[in-house]
């Protein structure tokens, strides 16, 4: 009887912790100041990481301008019914031209990052990711009523 009773304090004790920690919010990614006390970066580490932050953002942007014209290019054509087919494949195809080479700058950039880091804090750097990418993962699998999205997925479907 007594280790039943210890059993449902721990189960209550954790069933609070979990509750606590978990309050139904979406989580935020870690500020970069939370990153720089993790990491343990150094000055020059954190002016090397801004410079390639900044860098990356401008291109980001400009990459996702590019595609909203384009995407909206493609779908003034595709409404059209005269519309030059050879016109929409030579979009599409410079679209995916276009995004091919966006992935290739953002892993370009991930190993510029890498470099600057110490092989300790890449541990560090890919443990935070791992824990950040299973909450998400946790949090866009149950919806706040706590039903499983790929049951009503489903439903949808038929």
């Known amino acids: 009887m007594k280790k039943l009773a210890i059993l449902f304090a721990l189960i209550f004790v954790g069933v609070t912790l979990l509750a606590a920690s978990d309050d139904g919010q979406p989580s935020r990614r870690p ?4 990153a ?3 990491l343990n970066l150094t000055p020059e580490q954190e002016a090397k990481l801004e410079e390639f932050r ?3 953002q401008e291109e980001r942007e400009a990459f996702q301008d590019q595609m909203r014209k384009m995407r909206l290019e493609l779908r003034d054509l595709m409404k059209d019914p005269k519309a030059d087919r050879q016109r929409i494949d030579g979009l599409i195809d410079e679209m995916s ?5 966006h992935l290739k700058a953002r892993i370009q950039h991930r190993d510029e990052i890498r470099k600057v880091l ?16 299973d909450r998400v993962a946790r949090q866009h699998f149950f919806r706040r009523d706590g039903r499983n999205r790929i049951f009503r997925d489903r439903m949808h479907w038929w």
């Open 31 to 34: 500020s970069r100041s939370m």
């Open 36 to 38: 720089r006390e993790i």
């Open 54 to 56: 900044k860098m990356h």
């Open 97 to 101: 031209r276009i995004r091919a080479e």
């Open 118 to 133: 110490t092989p300790e804090q890449m541990e560090k750097l890919d443990s935070l990711k791992s824990r950040i990418r």
